[in-house]
């Protein structure tokens, strides 16, 4: 027997030559009390920390994405937010409220683009740093703007993609003629 099971028999035994005192009684209520709070404590710890990492996995993939915000990853981070941040929170309802002013812009169609694209990254920049700050994150906006690599040949790339997609959607709307030229005509022999 363990000792828990053997005090417990001792304490029932001794039940039969007196009554019990308010100290057995604890004792009796942590033996049956303790694992079912240690559980439950284990469950609360596990549950905050998987909170916190599903923010900290938008947080990482909007920082390693932030050169490419129309990359499909990118775009579903942020749709994630108003998921996983909590509005009652007063430092997470920020983050909230960068990411709306953030996608009020990017729906935005009326401001010049390179206005746009200025103000893009600005508001970028202002949501990651909110979210660095909530997720005890020490980055400053000028770190955040300036620190991220993007390769020039994926920039070029990106832009020769949508030329072909456009020029091929053209073709096949009839908008554009698929010009064919006969280089072999061939002899009546």
Do not use: C
């Amino acid at each position: 027997m363990d000792d828990v099971s053997t005090m417990l028999v001792s304490t029932i035994t001794t039940m039969e030559y007196q009554t019990m005192t308010i100290a057995d009684w604890i004792m009796i209520a942590a033996v049956f009390l303790g694992p079912i709070v240690a559980v439950r404590l284990t469950r609360y710890l596990d549950d905050q920390k998987e909170v916190r990492a599903r923010k900290l996995d938008i947080f990482k993939t909007l920082m390693a994405t932030r050169a490419y915000s129309v990359s499909w990853t990118h775009v579903e981070a942020l749709n994630r937010i108003d998921l996983e941040f909590d509005r009652s929170h007063k430092k997470e309802k920020e983050v909230i409220e960068a990411w709306k002013e953030y996608l009020d812009l990017l729906g935005n169609t009326s401001i010049p683009a390179d206005q746009w694209n200025v103000k893009r990254v600005d508001l970028l920049v202002e949501l990651l740093h909110t979210m660095a700050s909530v997720l005890d994150y020490d980055f400053d906006k000028t770190h955040i703007k300036n620190s991220s690599y993007s390769p020039r040949a994926h920039g070029e790339t990106e832009e020769q993609q949508s030329v072909l997609r456009k020029g091929l959607v053209e073709v096949l709307e009839g908008k554009r003629p698929l010009p064919m030229s006969i280089t072999n005509w061939p002899s009546n022999e």
